[in-house]
């Protein structure tokens, strides 16, 4: 188990009398990540509504702030005891044997339009065996030919612009990932969160976009940027693709400032601290998808 430490501060300038915002910035509550404590602190006097997504922990704040400064600060401290499953041992399943709730993540979304990558998908991964071996395969494609460069894409690149530009930011990479996956018939899907142990020189800490994929029924932690390791990746938001599990939402003209965020690993109430790395099992922060039932 890692425990890590984590602050958040997102800071905006309302110009309008007023302006919405829905948040996804609170820590995901799932079967492995548990939240040990929390605050959320917000400049103006107001009351946020709360959302939590039972099925995929994922927790929305909606607000309504008046004109001028606002800063929303969370801090958490999460627990994190990942499932582990020896990579050999996993496979894909087929349509038929897919939990109910896989389905939406076989099929395109907004910025993964695995529709029109199937023709290479399968030219490229179709012949290979079938089972963590080929998504791996495909994590090490997108990783090998794509180019972290931060600046190089914004709120509209998708997976298809990812592939002719080959380049791109950790969302950009995971689009790609979950596109060529959901061409094969794999259940992909976003996560949005936050790494720790990135190198310094892509930049200040920022929130970072990662896979999850299903083998043998339950969904593993795939990162195809390879900026950190997934032991340190924390959940935040789930979804089909970043539209899904956008950080913030804004409503109104509003000009922001860049996140400032910090994550660090910390020793448990037992004086133990174990730092993230990499390791030869596959990770999971979810608990098992439920069988299929008949209609």
Same mark, same amino acid.
């Given at each position: 188990m890692v425990r890590?430490?984590?602050? +958040? %501060?997102?800071?905006?300038? +309302?110009?309008d009398s007023s302006a919405d915002f829905i948040f996804n910035i609170e820590a995901s509550r799932t079967a492995h990540q548990h939240v040990v404590s929390e605050s959320l602190h917000i400049s103006q006097p107001l009351q946020p509504d709360s959302h939590v997504d039972r099925r995929l922990g994922a927790r929305l704040l909606r607000l309504?702030?008046?004109?001028?400064a606002l800063t929303i600060r969370y801090d958490a401290v999460v627990d994190i005891d990942h499932h582990r499953a020896m990579p050999q041992e996993l496979q894909e399943m087929t349509i038929a044997d897919l939990p109910l709730e896989a389905l939406p993540y076989i099929l395109p979304s907004r910025y993964c339009q695995s529709d029109r990558l199937q023709k290479f998908a399968t030219a490229e991964f179709g012949g290979l065996p079938r089972g963590y071996s080929r998504v791996w395969a495909i994590q090490q494609w997108v990783r090998s030919h794509v180019s972290f460069r931060s600046g190089s894409s914004d709120g509209s690149t998708s997976a298809?612009?990812?592939? +002719?530009? /080959?380049?791109?930011?950790? /969302? &950009?990479?995971?689009?790609?990932m979950i596109a060529l996956c959901r061409a094969l018939n794999i259940p992909a899907r976003f996560v949005s969160g936050i790494d720790y142990g990135a190198d310094p020189a892509l930049g200040p800490t920022d929130f970072h976009a990662y896979?999850? %994929?299903?083998?043998?029924? /339950?969904?593993?932690?795939? &990162?195809? $940027?390879?900026? $950190? #390791?997934?032991?340190?990746?924390?959940?935040?938001?789930?979804?089909?693709? !970043? !539209?899904? !599990? #956008?950080?913030a939402t804004v409503f109104g003209m509003v000009y922001s400032q860049p996140p400032f965020i910090l994550i660090e690993a910390v020793t448990d109430e037992h004086g133990q601290l174990v730092m993230p790395q990499y390791s030869e099992h596959l990770l999971s922060t979810m608990g098992m998808e439920p069988a299929p039932t008949a209609s």
């Open positions: 890590m430490k984590f602050s +958040i %501060v997102l800071a905006y300038d +309302i110009v309504k702030a008046a004109r001028g298809m612009d990812t592939i +002719i530009e /080959r380049g791109g930011v950790c /969302r &950009d990479f995971a689009h790609l896979v999850e %994929v299903m083998l043998s029924g /339950r969904w593993y932690l795939f &990162d195809p $940027s390879g900026v $950190s #390791a997934p032991m340190g990746l924390v959940r935040l938001g789930t979804g089909r693709d !970043a !539209a899904d !599990a #956008a950080f």
